[in-house]
């Protein structure tokens, strides 16, 4: 791995394929013992610097942390000096000068883990920046595709839904054709940012095309993006044509949807509840995936600047 | 050491624990990935074929305890990840109240060997734990020593031990190289 | 019209020896010596100037061409000092080759009163380098509610209007601001701009957006509002200058409106000519601008205007913004990059090296043209008329350093990049106002 985790443009298909096995190998089964710990990152300091309401990624990237032994220190806007006008800059040199080994960054604002990383000695993962991206999710959702289908060259998914305000549609429309997969965006005119086509998916505005695919992956309707703009006629008229449920599925189609989840508004309560939808093991995958990523993006870099540590290897690969 | 030794040495460690086990019932091997998870089912297939009963067998996946985070990082580079044959992990038995044999090829600094206990109690609490290595090339960092051992190699810091099985090398041997510097 | 004079520096005696003296203009294009008495051209021709008394700059090599006049620059005075002043802005323009600039009005206050502005000409007069004429503001505050006092501002000296940034919104105030501009044959202004469709967008939308996650300012956004606005000022048989024109949309709708008779002008910034959208990808806040930057179609388009008189115009749209304001993510840094100091050699190195833009109309676009929009006599390099000129070294390539602006800000779209033309000499009113430190000494 690089430095920083910023875009899913930063990994290579070969990087993905072996953060996601690392994340099987070590993390996956971990949530199973008595104790969910490893002593891997014990010492270090990680800062999960959150500019945005979460809860499942804050949760997710804490428990991680928390669980390869490292400092987690969870800094909210609302609670730091950010309310008193600090600026992003100031803010970031300020905890550099505590010398952490990761910062976490979930920021409203396209590119703020990379403007940060120039402010940083800390390794920078994005945790979802404005309508940028969100790399994480994109590996977790690659994960738990792997988990259910094994080889994903081939595997034909439809993202259905808010398109325009999504980061994680971003990400995952580049991360799943890293890995082979057709993807479909499915989604009004008005919910479609205009050139996405020339991202490399193929655009559809209507459910129909759900009978071609393997998975269907739903995202939220980000109403709270929608700021004063009325995108669609109503959201009823919405509903009644974009809301996935087990009547637009056929045999074997999984759904996946990156949370929280509107019941009723993308995905039908019934899908919610039903066996077809990998939700919760998302968000299982989500866990492994950010230990994984935590642990490589530290001795990665460890294991590329010390050359003691290389030869350290030699003597005991062997 | 030749093929034939190499499985002489296997066969007499499975006696002497045999002898020195009072409590057969609570056994159970575990060997520390790669080639001491090799050594452990060869070990755990003699001691059940001498005894007559199945020995249950582990492998234990140190790579996260270990002490020196750029070592990792570099096996982790290493180690090709994506090739589905990369294991992690497998204790297919509780290890409450067992008595561990560790399992490895070679016992060097002992700061392997630390890590494997660690790992080890965060899966439970053994009664005992004991370790069984085909060679001990000496060079201690740690106060540990081997319960069962193949043969003891005197050494140079700069030599290196390979040791070779035939699982994943296609040969049984164990050679002593010197390491050029790079 | 009235326009500031500046007072700083005595009257230039010299004699530039040697250069390629280009003034389309007078059609003049040769090498030729020119001679500068107490700030006046006393004459022009080989081997000129044999009087005592006068330094001779050696000038073989370089480019000695009428000062340029921009028609867009915002100098921050009064309101945010830190950012610009009228002293720092026009000393800015001077080392770029302008001879004068037009101050735009949203300054806080806002040029909306005769008060405010006769103010503003009181403080250009004790401080600016170069020729400072004002615009005042179409509506008060920049509300786009009501008018403002246009008629007692173009009686105090405003040459134009504008509510540049703040697009006049209601169709019926703007008609009634060209009607109120007719009376005092004033031009307005326009920043074309439909608010609604460019919403909060922070950039071109299309390609770059989309991979971007960015929100986008729709081409339309723009071309709506030229259409619009220049159908009213047809109506009313207005004069209307459109500001920074970004796509190629717009220059049909100004070539349409034209067709029918109407009294249109336009300019685009040097940015818009030579950047496009893809460079927003760096999300650097200097490539940050408003209208955003736009397809390399549109650039291209944009480059074929200048070439075949669509575009009259090139303005800087010089926006100063501290750096604190730009170290931020790409979406909370204001629109708006710097450009008087490096307008001439970045359109140099990238039209008129590459061939794209003939010399002549690039200088007619910087110093004629504007000059006549303003209604201010044109520079010209000739005998009698006052000392407005610039010489410029086209030898050597240097890199554009945002530390050694005059400016006091750094916002520049072109740090590091390596241009050809460097200003060695501004004489502005006949005062020297720039002369850079590697080109002699200082002036007598």
């Known amino acids: 791995m690089n430095k920083d985790l910023l875009s899913i443009d930063d990994l290579s298909r070969e990087e993905m394929e072996s953060i996601l096995a690392t994340a099987r190998k070590d993390f996956l089964d971990l949530s199973r013992r008595d104790i969910k710990k490893v002593p891997t990152l014990r010492g270090r300091t990680i800062i999960d610097l959150f500019y945005e309401k979460s809860t499942r990624t804050s949760t997710s990237f804490e428990l991680a942390g928390k669980r390869l032994s490292a400092d987690v220190i969870n800094v909210k806007a609302d609670s730091s000096a950010v309310g008193k006008g600090e600026s992003l800059k100031d803010t970031v040199l300020t905890l550099n000068a505590y010398a952490p080994d990761i910062i976490v960054i979930r920021h409203p604002h396209v590119g703020a883990p990379a403007f940060i990383a120039r402010y940083t000695d800390a390794h920078v993962i994005n945790a979802g920046d404005g309508k940028g991206g969100h790399p994480t999710q994109c590996l977790l959702d690659i994960f738990s595709l792997q988990r259910e289908y094994g080889e994903l060259q081939g595997l034909k998914v439809a993202i259905v839904g808010d398109i325009l305000h999504s980061r994680v549609a971003r990400s995952n429309i580049a991360g799943f054709r890293k890995m082979g997969m057709e993807v479909t965006l499915v989604a009004p005119p008005a919910l479609l940012p205009r050139g996405v086509e020339t991202l490399g998916a193929r655009v559809s505005h209507t459910l129909d095309v759900l009978d071609d695919v393997d998975v269907v992956y739903l995202l939220r309707m980000q109403k709270?993006?929608?700021?004063?703009?009325?995108l669609v006629p109503s959201l009823r008229e919405y509903i009644a044509r974009y809301c996935v449920g087990r009547r637009h599925l056929k045999r074997g189609q999984k759904v996946l949807h990156p949370g929280p989840i509107n019941r009723g508004v993308e995905i039908e309560a019934e899908l919610a509840d039903s066996g077809e939808n990998l939700i919760l093991q998302q968000v299982e995958a989500g866990l492994a995936v950010r230990m994984a990523i935590m642990y490589r993006i530290i001795v990665d870099a460890a294991a590329l600047q010390d050359t003691a540590g290389a030869r350290a290897v030699q003597a005991v690969a062997d | 050491m030749p093929a034939d030794q190499v499985g002489r040495t296997i066969v007499r460690i499975a006696h002497e624990i045999l002898e020195k086990t009072e409590e057969l019932d609570r056994l159970a091997l575990v060997g520390i990935?790669?080639?001491?998870?090799?050594l452990a089912r060869r070990l755990a297939d003699h001691i059940g074929e001498f005894a007559g009963r199945e020995v249950p067998v582990g492998e234990l996946d140190i790579s996260l305890y270990r002490d020196d985070v750029a070592?990792?990082?570099?096996?982790?580079?290493?180690?090709?990840?994506?090739?589905?044959?990369?294991?992690?992990?497998?204790?297919?038995?509780?290890?409450?109240?067992?008595?561990?044999?560790?399992?490895?090829?070679?016992?060097?600094?002992?700061?392997?060997?630390?890590?494997?206990?660690?790992?080890?109690?965060?899966?439970?609490?053994?009664?005992?734990?004991?370790?069984?290595?085909?060679?001990?090339r000496g060079h201690r960092e740690?106060?540990?020593?081997?319960?069962?051992?193949?043969?003891n190699l005197p050494t140079s810091q700069d030599e290196r031990i390979n040791v070779r099985l035939r699982e994943v090398d296609g040969v049984d041997e164990v050679v002593l190289e010197a390491v050029r510097d790079e | 019209m009235k326009a500031v004079m500046t007072r700083r520096g005595t009257r230039a005696n010299l004699v530039v020896r040697g250069a390629r003296v280009i003034d389309p203009a007078q059609g003049l294009d040769s090498v030729i010596d020119v001679v500068v008495e107490?700030?006046?051209?006393?004459?022009?021709?080989?081997?000129?100037?044999?009087?005592?008394?006068?330094?001779?700059?050696?000038?073989?090599?370089?480019?000695?061409?009428?000062?340029?006049?921009?028609?867009?620059?915002?100098?921050?005075?009064?309101?945010?000092?830190?950012?610009?002043?009228?002293?720092?802005?026009?000393?800015?323009?001077?080392?770029?080759?302008?001879?004068?600039?037009?101050?735009?009005?949203?300054?806080?206050?806002?040029?909306d009163t005769a008060a405010v502005l006769e103010a503003q000409l009181e403080a250009a007069e004790k401080e600016a380098a170069v020729r400072v004429t004002f615009t005042g503001s179409i509506t008060r505050g920049l509300a786009g509610e009501r008018l403002s006092e246009i008629w007692d501002m173009a009686d105090a000296g405003a040459v134009a209007f504008s509510d540049d940034g703040r697009p006049v919104e209601s169709g019926a105030l703007l008609r009634a601001a060209f009607q109120a501009a007719q009376l005092v044959q004033r031009p307005l202004f326009l920043h074309c701009e439909d608010a609604s469709l460019a919403a909060a967008g922070q950039m071109h939308e299309g390609t770059v957006s989309a991979a971007l996650g960015l929100e986008g300012i729709p081409a339309c956004a723009e071309t709506a509002a030229v259409?619009?606005?220049?159908?009213?000022?047809?109506?009313?048989?207005?004069?209307?200058?459109?500001?920074?024109?970004?796509?190629?949309?717009?220059?049909?709708?100004?070539?349409?409106?034209?067709?029918?008779?109407?009294?249109?002008?336009?300019?685009?910034?040097?940015?818009?000519?030579?950047?496009?959208?893809?460079?927003?990808?760096?999300?650097?806040?200097?490539?940050?601008?408003?209208?955003?930057?736009?397809?390399?179609?549109?650039?291209?388009?944009?480059?074929?205007?200048?070439?075949?008189?669509?575009?009259?115009?090139?303005?800087?749209?010089?926006?100063?913004?501290?750096?604190?304001?730009?170290?931020?993510?790409?979406?909370?840094?204001?629109?708006?990059?710097?450009?008087?100091?490096?307008a001439f050699p970045v359109l140099y190195t990238e039209l008129v090296a590459g061939g794209d833009l003939p010399l002549e109309v690039l200088v007619r676009a910087m110093s004629t043209n504007p000059a006549r929009v303003l209604g201010l006599t044109p520079p010209a390099v000739a005998e009698g008329a006052e000392a407005d000129l610039c010489l410029v070294d086209i030898s050597g390539e240097y890199a554009i350093e945002p530390e050694r602006f005059r400016s006091r800000s750094r916002n520049t779209a072109f740090a590091g990049r390596k241009v050809k033309g460097r200003i060695l000499l501004t004489l502005a009113g006949g005062r020297e106002a720039f002369r850079d430190e590697r080109f002699g000494e200082g002036g007598s």
């Open chain 3, 38 to 111: 107490k700030g006046r051209i006393t004459a022009v021709g080989k081997k000129a100037g044999k009087a005592a008394g006068l330094e001779v700059l050696d000038a073989a090599g370089c480019l000695l061409l009428p000062g340029f006049v921009d028609l867009q620059t915002h100098l921050r005075a009064p309101g945010r000092e830190d950012e610009e002043d009228i002293a720092s802005g026009t000393a800015a323009a001077a080392a770029g080759g302008y001879v004068a600039v037009t101050a735009m009005a949203n300054t806080d206050p806002v040029v």
């Open chain 2, 33 to 38: 990935l790669t080639r001491g998870a090799y």
């Open chain 1, 224 to 230: 709270e993006r929608h700021g004063s703009t009325i």
């Open chain 2, 71 to 136: 070592a990792r990082g570099s096996l982790t580079v290493r180690s090709k990840l994506t090739q589905p044959e990369v294991r992690g992990t497998n204790l297919p038995f509780d290890v409450d109240e067992k008595i561990v044999i560790l399992v490895d090829d070679v016992l060097f600094t002992g700061r392997t060997i630390r890590a494997a206990i660690d790992a080890l109690f965060d899966y439970g609490r053994p009664a005992r734990i004991q370790l069984a290595v085909l060679v001990d």
């Open chain 3, 227 to 342: 259409a619009r606005d220049l159908e009213i000022a047809a109506y009313e048989g207005a004069r209307v200058h459109v500001l920074h024109v970004s796509c190629a949309g717009s220059l049909a709708a100004v070539a349409a409106a034209r067709a029918r008779g109407a009294e249109v002008t336009c300019e685009v910034t040097p940015h818009h000519l030579v950047l496009d959208h893809q460079a927003v990808r760096s999300l650097d806040a200097c490539t940050k601008m408003n209208p955003p930057l736009r397809s390399e179609e549109d650039r291209r388009a944009l480059v074929a205007a200048l070439a075949d008189g669509g575009i009259d115009c090139i303005g800087t749209d010089h926006a100063p913004h501290a750096p604190q304001e730009k170290e931020v993510p790409f979406e909370e840094a204001p629109f708006g990059v710097i450009g008087l100091e490096t």
């Open chain 2, 142 to 151: 740690l106060p540990i020593r081997p319960d069962f051992v193949g043969k």
